[in-house]
T-cell receptor, first 115, second 109 residues
């Protein structure tokens, strides 16, 4: 158990609906990352927070995607007007302050299926 | 743009064999390199992290090496077991992790 939790673990939705995922990082970690993984591929970076500040966003993060980390603790990832191409595993990771020894710990992921 | 490649994409070996998984990356300006294990439908479990100043790390039957100048890392698994069957991912750390496509390992009893 890495200590990173994600909710829900599975989400099935219809195309056009909005969905929101939650990530709770390891409590003392100040960095939080979101990744997306499609079947048979490695995870791809979406966005990254240091405390409550969103410092980097991938071009994969279209304007239908928004992420927040309001108090520098848990984070939410919202997808508006879902499309079938959004079906994937959404992974959250957290890490501590020292980037050089920065080991990222991953949660179990949220599997999204868009019908 | 950093690109990470893992070879082979899939590997099937009999139990007890020693094996090597390969990872290459295009930009040597990395903070560290991490190897992960992923079981089907699950999240990622960190196996080893090698800082950019280090050459190798060991944990039990696993040994990972890093040659930053040539953009290569290897994961050596000694005396493989059926429980080692999983996908192994390498990732290099810049501002975020950039992952390879993974090696799917099957260890047959």
């Amino acid at each position: 158990d890495t200590g990173v939790s994600q909710d829900p673990r599975h989400k099935i939705t219809k195309r056009g609906q909005n969905v929101t995922f939650r990530c709770d990082p390891i409590s003392e970690h100040n960095r939080l990352y979101w990744y997306r993984q499609t079947l048979g591929q490695g995870p791809e970076f979406l966005t990254y927070f240091q405390n409550e500040a969103q410092l980097e966003k991938s071009r994969l993060l279209s304007d239908r995607f928004s992420a927040e980390r309001p108090k520098g603790s848990f984070s939410t990832l919202e997808i508006q007007r879902t499309e079938q191409g959004d079906s994937a595993m959404y992974l959250c990771a957290s890490s501590g302050r020292d980037r050089a020894s920065n080991e990222q710990f991953f949660g179990p992921g949220t599997r999204l299926t868009v019908l | 743009k950093q690109e990470v490649t893992q070879i082979p994409a899939a590997l099937s070996v009999p139990e007890g064999e020693n094996l090597v998984l390969n990872c290459s990356f295009t930009d040597s300006a990395i903070y560290n390199l991490q190897w992960f294990r992923q079981d089907p439908g699950k999240g990622l479990t960190s196996l080893l992290l090698i800082q950019s100043s280090q050459r190798e790390q060991t944990s039990g039957r696993l040994n990972a090496s890093l040659d930053k100048s040539s953009g290569r890392s290897t994961l050596y698994i000694a005396a493989s077991q059926p429980g080692d069957s999983a996908t192994y991912l390498c990732a290099v750390q810049g501002n975020m992790l950039t992952f390879g496509g993974g090696t799917r390992l099957m260890v047959k009893p």
